[in-house]
């Protein structure tokens, strides 16, 4: 999944903005790609330091050169733990399948930039894959792997074991890509960009309201419609569960906010600064920013005791990562705004995923808010959600806690807030899950306040 970080895909248009430049056909490709990277030095200040080199390969090519590629990544060692966490949070079904989703997203890409070969793949058959903004958009990834070495990167964040780091990362990444190929469209330097009033501003980039997967969807189903090219990956995202076709699409059509937001603030130093500061990227800065506050926020790191000795000897850890604030606002995206403020709140959280040899499983985690009133409704949602979704049609039993415990056959939730802060703890087949949540206070370094 993580070369499709690096792949351009036909999202021009979900969002509506078709301005595809007709493919001029004399000019050929490398020369073509050789004038925008000109041109786009002149007007946006994309600096390319070396020449890129282009090529067509088939779609045969590409498949394979990509599979080798997610084999070597890191998101590939990752992604079955992310998964089966998140299963037991109610955001995968038993029935999602990766692979057939990597299958759909490369019959959706039309061209690639290799950081491995340093080079620009046009895949041809699409009438976008040789456009001026297809061709600058691989340009703008060139340009990232000269300025940071992009290989270098994704090592780099595989080692903070964090999901949500490298979603966010995503953002940064695609949302550049998709930037200065708008300012170019539109002609516009980078100066009139940040000067324009909000409202240009939300015209061009659009607004920071968050899309729900269940918009991306119809947009997708509306384009096959218009466009039968777009049938597959229509189907394949209406098939898969609400956070994957939000992890796709977003970075595209939110990651542009993100990058304005950010040269806002301190220009292209600033932009050049969040590649480099892997660790505190987060996906809440990316896509749910605090209108009254445009500084930028700091993020707890949260660190979860040890509790192998309250779990005991069969449980082995399988997985431990950061949720982050677009997971939680998917586990909550029919609730509306209750979602974003739980979201943007965010501040910080850990997760671990424990299993033992007789199918028990238990996720716990600690969450972190801005406000204790976020903490109250993330709080009431995810005990609404385990009651309406996970424990439905059981028979539940609430047990003494100083927070919630409910039960019902083998199956325990326990949550408990304090402040800012959240515990909860989910599990089946674990007979000690109350001390065990319990047991997630201990390092408390600021006791609550009372
Ligand atoms: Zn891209």
């Known amino acids: 999944m993580t070369r499709l970080m690096t792949t351009h895909i036909v999202f021009g248009l979900l969002i509506g903005v078709t301005a595809f430049t007709p493919a001029n056909g004399d000019e050929q490709l490398q020369d073509r790609c050789d004038r925008i990277a000109k041109e786009v030095g002149r007007l946006v200040g994309i600096e390319l330091k070396k020449k890129v080199m282009v090529q067509r390969i088939s779609r045969d090519e590409y498949r394979k050169s990509m599979r080798s590629q997610v084999e070597v990544q890191f998101f590939k060692k990752r992604i079955d733990g992310w998964i089966r966490s998140l299963q037991f949070l109610g955001l995968f079904d038993d029935y999602f399948d990766f692979e057939e989703l990597l299958d759909h997203a490369e019959t959706a890409t039309n061209a690639n930039y290799s950081p491995a070969t340093k080079m620009i793949q046009i895949i041809p058959g699409s009438e976008s894959s040789e456009t001026d903004e297809t061709v600058f958009h691989e340009l703008v990834h060139a340009a990232q792997d000269q300025r940071h070495d992009l290989n270098r990167i994704w090592e780099q964040l595989d080692t903070l074991g964090s999901t949500d780091a490298m979603m966010a990362f995503r953002f940064l990444l695609e949302g550049e890509a998709v930037f200065w190929p ?37 947009n997708f189903e509306n384009n096959a419609k218009r466009d039968p090219r777009f049938n597959d990956v229509a189907l394949a995202m209406k098939r898969s569960p609400p956070l994957i076709v939000r992890l796709f699409c977003l970075p595209y059509i939110k990651g542009d906010n993100a990058v304005l937001r950010i040269v806002k603030r301190d220009g292209r130093q600033a932009l050049r600064q969040s590649f480099e500061d892997l660790s505190s990227l987060n996906t809440r800065d990316m896509l749910f920013p605090n209108p009254q506050n445009e500084k930028l926020r700091s993020v707890t790191k949260v660190q979860l005791p040890l509790v192998e000795n309250k779990l005991g000897i069969p449980w082995k850890l399988k997985h431990a990562d950061t949720m982050g604030a677009l997971v939680l606002h998917t586990m909550f995206e029919q609730r509306g705004d209750r979602a974003t403020e739980i979201a943007r709140s965010w501040n910080g959280d850990r997760i671990e995923l424990w299993e033992d040899a007789d199918d028990g499983v238990v996720l716990f985690g600690r969450v972190e808010f801005e406000t204790a009133e976020a903490a109250t409704l993330f709080e009431s949602e995810l005990i609404r959600l385990c009651r309406e979704n996970w424990m439905r049609e059981k028979t539940i039993l609430e047990l003494e806690s100083d927070g919630t415990h409910l039960a019902a056959d083998t199956e325990h939730f326990v949550l408990e807030r304090r402040e800012c802060s959240v515990v909860f703890l989910r599990s089946t087949g674990c007979k000690n899950a109350a001390t065990v949540a319990s047991a997630l206070w201990e390092n408390e370094t600021k006791p609550p306040k009372h």
């Open 182 to 218: 708008m300012l170019y469209q539109r002609r516009m330097t980078l100066e009139q960009a940040v000067r324009l009033s909000p409202e240009s501003q939300s015209e061009v980039f659009g607004d920071d309201r968050p899309v729900t997967s269940e918009t991306i969807v119809r």
